[in-house]
C-alpha cells in the first residue's frame, strides 16, 4: 500500500475533535470568531475576499462564489435570500452529509457570514429527506446558535437580523437542482425552470436568491479568517483551494478525504483510500459522481483532481465522488443501474429527458440482459446525444453523459451486443 502525506485539510481541520457538533466544542476551537469579525466589516469587501480566493462551487457545476454573489442585485428593494443546498443525492457522493453530521456551526458560521456578504435576512438549509440524524444535529445546531444570539435580532450584537430554516426534503434528487429546490422549498412540485432568469436575480419568490452548496459555505469561514489570498495558494491556476472527495467502490478505505486540488487521482486511490481491495486490478473509476464519464486505468495513471484536468478528459469533477470499479465488476450492470435512477429520478417536463431516460434504461437492460442487439447500441448512442443540452435543466445532460463515456471509453464492454443483429 503506497503512504501518502496526511491529507490536506481545511475544512475537515477539526472534524475528529470529539462532539464537535456542540456548540460549546465548535467555539473552543475558535468558532464564530469569524463571524463576529464578518458582522463588523463592510459587505462587499467580504465579496472581495472570496472572490481572491477562486472558489468555485462545490455543488457540481463549479460556478466562482464570489462572482455568485456579486451578481446579487441589492436595490431592488426585495428581499435577498440564501439558499443552502443540502439535498446531495447524486450516487457516489457524501461529503455533505459527513459536514452536516459532524460540524454543523461550521456551516452555519458560513452562513452568517455569506448572509451578511449578500445582505440577506432569511436563509433556508434545504436538506435531503433521507437525511434524518444531520437534520437533527443541524437543527440542534440552529437552537444553540439562537440561544447564543448568533441568529436572529442583532447578530452578535450587531444591527443585522439572519435567520436560519432548516427545510426536509422528501427524497427527489431533481430537488437538488437549485431551481427545483427553489419551486420545492416555495410549497410547489420540485420542478427545475428555466434560466435566465438566474436565481441571483429572480429566485424564491421572485427574489433575488443566491444559492451555495454545504461545502462551499463551509469553507467561507476559513477563507475569511485567513484571506482569499492565503486559499488561492493550495490548488491549481483555475482549481483554487482543496475540496473534499468521497471515494466508494473496490477500495480498502473508503470514505470522504479533503485533498488540495491538482493532486493525482492515483494518490486518491493508493494513498487515502489504501489501494484497490484484495488486489484487483482497476477497470474504470467514475470521478465526480454517477453523472460524470468514467475513465480508463491509463487515464487514471495520468489524471490529477482539478477541473482544466477532467476537462481533458472529457469528464467532470461534479460533487467530488469517486467510484473505483474493479475488473471483475460488470460495467453494463452498473450503467444499467445508474439509467434506472436518472429514469426514475426525471421530473417528467421535457421530452428528451422523461422519454431519453426511459429508453436510455430499456435499452440498457436489454443490452445486459444479452438481448440487445447492433441496432439497440446504436439507438443508445442516438438517444443520449439527442438528450444533450436541450432541456430546462442538466438532469436529462446527467442521465446522457455516463452513457455517452461508457460507449466511446469502454467499446468492448458492449461488444456481444453489437454483434447481434
Ligand atoms: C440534477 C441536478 C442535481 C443537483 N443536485 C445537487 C445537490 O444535491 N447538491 C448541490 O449542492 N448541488 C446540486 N446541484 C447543483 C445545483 O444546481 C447548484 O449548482 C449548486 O447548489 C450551487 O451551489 P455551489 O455554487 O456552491 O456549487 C444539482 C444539479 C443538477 C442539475
Ligand atoms: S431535464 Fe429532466 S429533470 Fe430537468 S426539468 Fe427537464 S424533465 Fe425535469
Known amino acids: 500500500m503506497k503512504l501518502l502525506a496526511p491529507e490536506r485539510r481545511i475544512i475537515l481541520k477539526n472534524i475528529e475533535t470529539p462532539n464537535l457538533h456542540q456548540l460549546s466544542v465548535y467555539q473552543a ?61 447524486e450516487p457516489g457522493c457524501f461529503k455533505d452529509r459527513l459536514l452536516l453530521e459532524r460540524n454543523p456551526h461550521q456551516l452555519i458560521e458560513g452562513i452568517i457570514i455569506a448572509s451578511f456578504a449578500v445582505r440577506s435576512l432569511k436563509s433556508y438549509i434545504y436538506i435531503r429527506g433521507e437525511y434524518a440524524t444531520a437534520a437533527k444535529v ?60 438566474f436565481p441571483a436575480v429572480s429566485g424564491f419568490l421572485n427574489c433575488p436568491t443566491v444559492v451555495n452548496n454545504v461545502e462551499t459555505l463551509s469553507t467561507v469561514p476559513w477563507i475569511l479568517a485567513n484571506g482569499g489570498e492565503a486559499y488561492a495558494t493550495y490548488g491549481t491556476e483555475q482549481s483554487r483551494g482543496t475540496r473534499l472527495f468521497c471515494v466508494s467502490g473496490w477500495v480498502n478505505r473508503p470514505g470522504v ?68 470499479i474493479p475488473d471483475h465488476f460488470p460495467l453494463l450492470k452498473l450503467l444499467e443501474r445508474l439509467t434506472e435512477f436518472y429514469w426514475d429520478e426525471s421530473c417528467g417536463q421535457c421530452t428528451p429527458c422523461r422519454e ?31 438528450m444533450m443540452g436541450v432541456t430546462i435543466c442538466a438532469l436529462s445532460d446527467a442521465a446522457a453523459m455516463p452513457v455517452l463515456g461508457f460507449l466511446k471509453k469502454f467499446p468492448n464492454e458492449f461488444k456481444s451486443a453489437r454483434e447481434h443483429t
Not at 426585495?78 to 443546498?85: G, H, R
Not at 431533481?174 to 435566465?196: A, D, F, Q, W
Not at 431519453?356 to 438517444?383: F, P, R
Open 29 to 89: 476551537a475558535g468558532g464564530y470568531q469569524t463571524a463576529r469579525k464578518a458582522v463588523a466589516m463592510n459587505p462587499d469587501a467580504i465579496i472581495e475576499e472570496v472572490k481572491k480566493s477562486g472558489i468555485r462551487g462545490r455543488g457540481g457545476a463549479g460556478f466562482p462564489t464570489g462572482s455568485k454573489w456579486g451578481f446579487v442585485p441589492f436595490k431592488t428593494g426585495k428581499p435577498i435570500y440564501l439558499l443552502c443546498n443540502a439535498d446531495e443525492s
Open 257 to 324: 478525504y479533503e485533498e488540495e486540488l491538482g493532486c493525482t487521482l492515483r494518490d486518491m486511490i493508493d494513498g487515502h483510500a489504501g489501494g484497490m481491495k484484495e488486489g484487483a486490478k482497476l477497470k474504470a473509476v467514475i470521478p465526480g459522481g454517477s453523472s460524470t464519464p468514467p475513465l480508463t486505468p491509463e487515464e487514471v495513471d495520468k489524471a490529477t483532481l482539478d477541473f482544466e484536468t477532467m476537462a481533458k478528459f472529457g469528464t467532470f469533477l461534479g460533487a467530488g465522488g469517486i467510484i473505483v
Open 138 to 197: 443541524v437543527q440542534k445546531a440552529i437552537d444553540e446558535a439562537y440561544g447564543q444570539g448568533f441568529l436572529g435580532k442583532n447578530v452578535m450584537g450587531s444591527t443585522h437580523t439572519i435567520d436560519v430554516v432548516l427545510h426536509r426534503g422528501a427524497g427527489a434528487y431533481i430537488c437538488g437542482e437549485e431551481t427545483g429546490l427553489i419551486s420545492s422549498l416555495e410549497g410547489k412540485k420540485g420542478y427545475p425552470r428555466l434560466k435566465p432568469p
Open 356 to 386: 431519453g431516460t426511459g429508453w436510455l434504461y430499456k435499452m440498457m437492460k436489454a443490452i445486459e440482459h444479452g438481448k440487445g442487439t447492433a441496432q439497440d447500441v446504436a439507438n443508445l448512442q442516438k438517444t443520449a446525444n439527442q
